[in-house]
């Protein structure tokens, strides 16, 4: 698979640590982290496939576990090295999360495949990293796999913010007329997809779900009132997100999603 120029420039000039960092940003992190701890266990082995700077790969192996990351922009891999500390059993390498090769079958308890799906554009591409994500995974392993949803990305940056033309996205074909289904395509950086769209990619895997997450659910929306709220009204709001971010009828209306299936 041929490296998204954009991709790279895109990375080497964003910083990812602090977008999960942020009020609003924390929410997606403490839920997929949630999750995480849902089904992880002591001695297992993590695997991070599109591992960034390594948010979720630094603050597992300050946990004690041991983690293997793979990142495929320079730039993120000297912050994650950066960041390491002395005390983490943790390893990076320069990869493509469709090829992995290096990496023998069956090896990890939990694998992680948290962005190289927002920057898959075609069918077999995708369904080739999540082959590679389930071929590393143990028997019996947890996959973690993340999108970009369509839907609120279109409510948040389209009719809320205007930092897109909903109506020039529809002229240039990048939406769809009726449906408001988005097609994407390298130069626009990330693959925006709806909940079907992810389960007909899952259809080619022998792997049962655990769980659909809507992992961010309103927070970019809300991304003002949520910087704002004090301690404990975040606390409440996260207690809310938690409680019906696996409803079926609020699926759609996420930033990000999580989807979590068994080998």
Do not use: W
Request: aromatic share 10%; proline share 3%; charged share 30%.
């Amino acid at each position: 698979m041929k490296t998204n120029p954009y991709l790279v420039d895109f990375y080497n000039h964003y910083d990812e640590d602090a977008r999960l960092a942020a009020g609003h940003g924390k929410v997606e992190f403490l839920t997929t982290m949630r999750y995480i701890e849902k089904y992880i266990k002591p001695k297992d082995r993590v695997l991070e496939i599109g591992a960034a700077t390594g948010r979720y790969s630094h603050t597992l192996a300050r946990r004690g576990y041991a983690v293997d990351a793979v990142e495929l922009v320079e730039r993120n891999i000297e912050i994650f090295r950066q960041n390491t500390q002395p005390q983490e059993a943790v390893t990076i390498t320069q990869g493509d999360a469709a090829d992995l090769s290096a990496f023998s079958d069956g090896v990890y308890d939990i694998t992680l495949l948290l962005g190289p799906l927002y920057h898959l554009y075609t069918v077999e591409d995708k369904r080739r990293a999540l082959g590679e994500a389930i071929r590393v995974t143990k028997p019996g392993g947890v996959i973690f796999a993340a999108y970009v949803i369509s839907d609120g990305c279109l409510l948040d940056e389209g009719f809320k913010r205007g930092n897109i033309s909903v109506a020039e996205y529809i002229e240039k074909g990048l939406l769809d007329a009726r449906t408001f289904a988005a097609r994407s395509q390298p130069k626009d950086l990330f693959e925006l997809v709806r909940k079907e769209d992810v389960d007909e990619l899952m259809r080619a895997f022998p792997v049962r779900r655990l769980h659909y997450v809507a992992a961010d659910g309103c927070a970019l929306l809300l991304r003002e009132e949520i910087d704002a709220m004090e301690d404990g009204m975040f606390e409440l709001y996260l207690k809310y997100h938690f409680a019906v971010c696996e409803r079926e009828d609020l699926a759609g209306i996420t930033s990000h999603a999580l989807d979590i299936f068994r080998k």
